[in-house]
């Protein structure tokens, strides 16, 4: 799928954009035209990439509730990408670390989104793409904070949808399963050490196991369905919730 989407003129902010899927997202925007704010928590990765699209480097450290407020708020297009990880049994799980994990990924996303859709409304346009994940339909063992976290930013974005409709304002969820980025890199290394076998069974055993197709996503590939959700095609759109996941939630 390539998608032809024209975004001169507009300001998109992508969140976790120093690699991966942000990274993959902030390069398909500005190639459709956009300035990119480029937001993450890693100077260099942040100025790297910005630097490689012509967009601007935002250091951005989503933990902490005071960041949104330095953002700029005439933000277009605002894709909510920003995550992370952390693998335990329920009954070892650092509760300082499920409180993180819901400070980046719903809290952060919380406020961003209410900091730049006063600007969304009076343009009259605005798109919030939340990458989700499969985990945001479903669940899985050991990953209680991830989950928790990817469940309330579905809900969130469905009230974002309600909301900005009379605005011109469209909000959905992409929902990926393992896609081939540092953050899923992590895992495999971390699922490996709690199940005591290799890397590549964790991928074969654990990651595709549910998987129709059996392979990792591209990042690339989430990209083109974020981009997809910001042209004219998709103004009805909203609301939603998409899978990419190679039929991992088919079952």
């Not at 951005?60 to 992370?84: F, K």
């Not at 309330?152 to 399963?177: D, I």
């Not at 055993?205 to 083109?224: D, F, G, H, N, T």
Request: proline letters at 4%.
């Amino acid at each position: 799928m390539v998608v032809n989407l024209d975004l001169g003129g507009r300001v998109a902010l992508v969140t976790g954009a120093g690699s991966g899927i942000g990274k993959a997202c902030a390069v398909r925007l500005a190639r459709a035209g956009a300035t990119v704010l480029v937001a993450d928590v890693d100077e260099g990765s942040a100025k790297e990439v910005a630097g490689q699209i012509g967009g601007r480097a935002v250091v951005a450290d989503l933990s902490r509730p005071e960041t949104a407020d330095d953002i700029d708020a005439a933000v277009d297009v605002l894709v909510n990408n920003a995550g992370l990880q952390h693998v335990a049994a329920l009954t070892e799980f650092p509760p300082e670390r499920f409180a993180y994990l819901q400070r980046v990924m719903v809290e952060a996303p919380f406020r961003l989104v209410r900091r730049v859709l006063p600007h969304m409304y009076a343009q009259r346009w605005g798109r919030v793409v939340n990458i989700s994940s499969v985990h945001g339909l479903i669940a899985s063992p050991y990953k209680a904070a991830y989950v928790t976290a990817k469940h309330g930013l579905e809900g969130l974005s469905k009230t974002v949808a309600l909301e900005g409709a009379e605005h011109g304002v469209t909000s959905n969820c992409v929902e990926p399963a393992f896609v081939r980025t540092p953050l899923v890199d992590k895992q495999i290394a971390d699922q490996a050490r709690l199940h005591g076998i290799g890397e590549e069974q964790v991928v074969e055993q654990i990651m595709l196991e549910r998987a129709a197709i059996k392979r990792l996503i591209a990042p690339e590939e989430v990209a083109e369905l974020v981009a997809y959700l910001c042209t004219p095609a998709a103004d009805l759109i909203t609301g939603a919730s998409i899978p990419i996941d190679g039929g991992w939630t088919a079952h």
